[in-house]
């Protein structure tokens, strides 16, 4: 990956391209990853935390001037092409979260590289660092060896790890009502069961999301420190946030000292949103300022 391109689906890089992200990642995380003079245009709503403060601080970090805007300021009747044409004499990369996907493929059909910051169908880049963090376990030989199991309905993170599934081979079963599963046709490789104990029970990660208007239907489905004493030695549960207890997980689930794993795992949001910003502007470990 050398030139610039957009990150708008993980199906369009490679597994090669994402180890390429994972080494950038590695090298940011120790304070040695190519520097970027430039800015970066971000669009985040006011009720973003996580992913706004590690993509505008690790801009302004590798040495991006972040400018941040509200994704509203894109819902105007003016042509996307426009829109990014004039930014274009400005900045160096568009960071968008904004609900629907076609106005980041609009974006990116122009001259910048486009970054998903999360949209209504998919979260790359919140999967993308719940891997590279596995992936940098110490206990974790291989991340392709692991059995993951998705508790939680068709929705932009379950498609999110059916996108990073697809592309790095992972093995990934999705645990919901029949009626809540994603389509097979958005995506035909996922597996799905019904049954949560069997399916925790061969997991060696556990992801959950917020069941929104799905609460009752997924009442059944809440992961529990009971349940997560069947599944595999070492498991890992890494609910996405914002999750609550007593909702998608129980409280005694993600007490401390048992597996949960989610602020560690965040930790490595910093540097990989980092390393798509790189990636993205066409950087490599050997690109200096």
Known sequence: MSATRS??????????DVEEVFALADAYRAGRGPTTPGCAVLFFPPTSLRTRVTFERGAALMGL???????????KPEAYEDVA???ASWADVLVVRHRDIGV??????????VVNAMTDVNHPCEVLSDVYALSRDAEVADVRALRFVFVGADGNIARAWAEIAAVLGLDLVQCCPADLAVPRDVAPGLAWTDDLGAAVAGADVVLTDGPGRHAAALAPYRVTAELLATARPGVRLAPCPPFERGREVSADAVAPGGPFVGYGFKASLLPVQQ????????????TTA
């Open 275 to 286: 390393a798509v910003l790189a990636a993205s502007l066409g950087r490599t470990l050997t």
């Open 65 to 75: 001037q972040p400018v941040l805007f509200p994704p509203e300021t894109l819902d």
């Open 104 to 113: 980041l493929d609009a974006l990116a059909a122009g001259p910048l590289p």
């Open 85 to 87: 044409g004039y930014l």
């Open 7 to 16: 990150l708008v689906r993980l199906t369009d890089w490679t597994a090669d």
